[in-house]
């Protein structure tokens, strides 16, 4: 083990083992060739016993576990926290292919996830959104069904009948043939009484569900798409809360359903309504008192949230003076960027913003994401710039 331990430290090597002599009889032990010069000595029973360990092949270790290999991974969040590194979750191996499945059951369908969903458009109504976060982790693991099955059920009649041991997969809930499906089971009765879902249940068959309209009006589920053509054909204007973002299908084929908690989605797709609002992805910034009134977020949450983002290379920070003036107090304020090229790439590659790829990639994601955002008024102007004031 010592010799082995020599090795290692100074790289592939000879060891060459020679009498040493001196009234000690030790033996000494030398290892060619290193990086740095490495002569030790040792007694004679423990040269012998590092002779034949040098001389022995070692056995070949055996391999770890995929689902070790493939569940963490060391991420330098240094640069983006200031914090020590630390050790990140990943996908699990069986989400990410039943993702893909997804994926093509789907045909890489965008998933469209309306404004009046993520933030408060009417000073009467409730934010659904923070209405699913509430309550720990069963609040994260509604958000995430939810989603997904906006993703999944996106043609008509607009319904999904999988076991729910299928969505504990999806989802990289533990256990998910028997705790995590409880927990599904869960989250799908909770949003039946919230009124997001209608569910038709067959003894020893799955329950079918049905979406219904994510902002909570008990009405059925129609895509944003469909209503903007309409109302386009009838001249008709577009409902503040009708605006949508759309999450790509990496979202669910990279994995980050699975790693981002609730907090951290709330806050990319607050951001992403954002980013839609303002056609633009950076210096996006909201006070506490904004993401209170609009979001119904807490401090906690939000900070939670955009801290597990920046961890992930989904945002990054910076900040930015607010002052008019060189002689006044000196006000700034903490503004982010989505990195929608790092949301297209998955977690296991750090996208550099430099990289020519990258900014192809983002700028195509960019388009995607905003695409609900890009009409007003009469539905005819693309590139007409949103009217809404600052909230």
Known sequence: MYARRLLRQQGKGDAVVT???????????????????????MTPARAETTRRALVTPRPPTKPARAATIDRTLEVSSTKATGRRSRSLR??????????????DRAQNRICPVRVGFIERTDE???????????????????LKLLLSMLWMAGNPPHDTTYPARVWATLLDLPQPESNGARRVTAAISWLEN?????TDRTPGMPATAFLLDERCNGEPYRPPGEIWQERKESGEPMDQSDYWVRLPPEFWTKGWITILDGPAIAMLLALSAEAGRYKRITDLWFSEKQGRRRFDLSIDTRNDGLRELERRWLVSSRKQSISRSSFDYRKVRKTYTLRL??????????????????ADLGARATDELIAGFTTIDGLSSPNQPLTRAAG
């Open 341 to 358: 090229a790092q949301l297209k790439a998955g977690p296991e590659r750090h996208v550099l913003d430099t990289d020519a790829y990258a």
């Open 19 to 41: 009498y040493f002599g001196g009234c000690s009889g030790n033996y000494k032990i030398t290892i060619t060739p290193s990086r740095l010069p490495l002569t030790t000595t």
């Open 124 to 142: 009467t109504n409730e934010v659904p959104m923070a209405e699913l976060l509430r309550g720990g982790q069963g609040g994260e693991v509604r």
């Open 90 to 103: 990943m996908p699990s191996r069986a989400a990410l292919e039943l993702a893909r499945d997804a994926a």
């Open 194 to 198: 919230r009124g997001l879902l209608r």
